[in-house]
């Protein structure tokens, strides 16, 4: 890895992670464009690569400063881990099945309609 990239990265993280604590998204909204336009990943390794950089740091340090201000609902929190683990492996599955293209216009029509919806919503 060049010095370039692992600054590339340091800023990709950085970025990623204020605006997962900020917003509360998962950062993939942000990191799997960074990491494809600006490292040149495919769409599937930068889902997989951001998927990956986002267990421990979200997990742990992000939601225990929400769970400190006493912004956590366990009983939420424990049903959306459960289902999230089987969404994922069937969605990285379907995901794997389809062209990386077309994979990314469907991540890119998420990515606007959620932008539409948060620009006009009240």
């Not at 990191?31 to 040149?40: A, D, E, K, T, V």
Request: aromatic residues 14%; glycine residues 12%; without cysteine.
């Amino acid at each position: 890895m060049s010095f370039s990239t692992f600054i590339i990265l340091i800023i990709i993280g950085l970025l990623a992670g204020v605006v997962s604590g900020f917003v509360g998204v998962g950062g993939g909204i942000l990191m799997i464009p960074l990491l494809i336009f600006f490292l040149g990943l495919s769409q599937f390794e930068a889902q997989g690569t951001a998927l990956t950089a986002m267990l421990p740091p979200i997990g742990i340090l992000a939601a225990m400063n929400y769970f400190k201000a006493g912004y956590v609902k366990w009983e939420y929190a424990v049903v959306i881990a459960l289902t999230f683990v089987i969404g994922g492996y069937f969605g990285s599955n379907m995901s794997l099945s389809l062209n990386p293209i077309t994979v990314r216009k469907i991540f890119g029509v998420i990515m606007f309609l959620a932008a539409i919806k948060l620009i006009f919503s009240k």
